[in-house]
């Protein structure tokens, strides 16, 4: 609230000033949004990555699920038994039954490379076996 002060004759009747003085508030304003426009082309990241090759399409879980873990070593296990990856389609046809439809979700240790993964997805894609679903850890969110 500003006050306006009289003349000397007025003696000490103080008179409000109802206005508001906007003029440093758009000052502010402005200089934000020129900050703003200035930042935000700065804020986005490009980062150029050459990614392996992947149609797989996000499922739902099955009642059974079928794992496939992919060993540090490069091996693979279905389910608790390790096969050789040219026998992987026959061994996924024995434990889904033959059908195409379930999805097998696939397990891979950090050390596993991303190529090496979407080999092994291209593999499963290839033998008719579209439903793939990754595991990973669940973590607890960060406390803020």
């Known amino acids: 609230m500003a006050l306006r002060l009289g003349s000397p004759a007025s003696g000490d009747d103080l ?3 109802h206005e508001i003085n906007v003029t440093p508030f758009i000052d502010v304003i402005l200089v934000l949004l020129i900050i703003f426009m200035v930042a935000a082309p700065l804020a986005t990241v490009d980062i150029g990555v050459n990614l392996p090759a992947s149609t797989a399409p ?3 879980r ?4 079928v794992f496939l873990t992919i060993k540090s070593d490069l091996s693979i296990a279905l389910g608790n038994a390790v096969i ?3 026998t992987l389609p026959r061994a996924l046809d024995a434990a889904t039954g033959d059908r195409k439809d379930q999805t097998i979700f696939v397990r891979a240790d950090q050390a596993v490379s991303y190529g090496e993964l979407m080999s092994i997805m291209n593999v499963l894609r290839e033998s008719g076996y579209l ?3 990754l595991v990973g850890l669940e973590t607890a969110p960060a406390k803020k």
């Open 131 to 133: 439903k793939l679903a």
């Open 62 to 65: 099955p009642e059974k699920p």
């Open 84 to 86: 050789d990856r040219e």
């Open 58 to 60: 996000e499922q739902p």
């Open 15 to 17: 008179e409000i000033q």
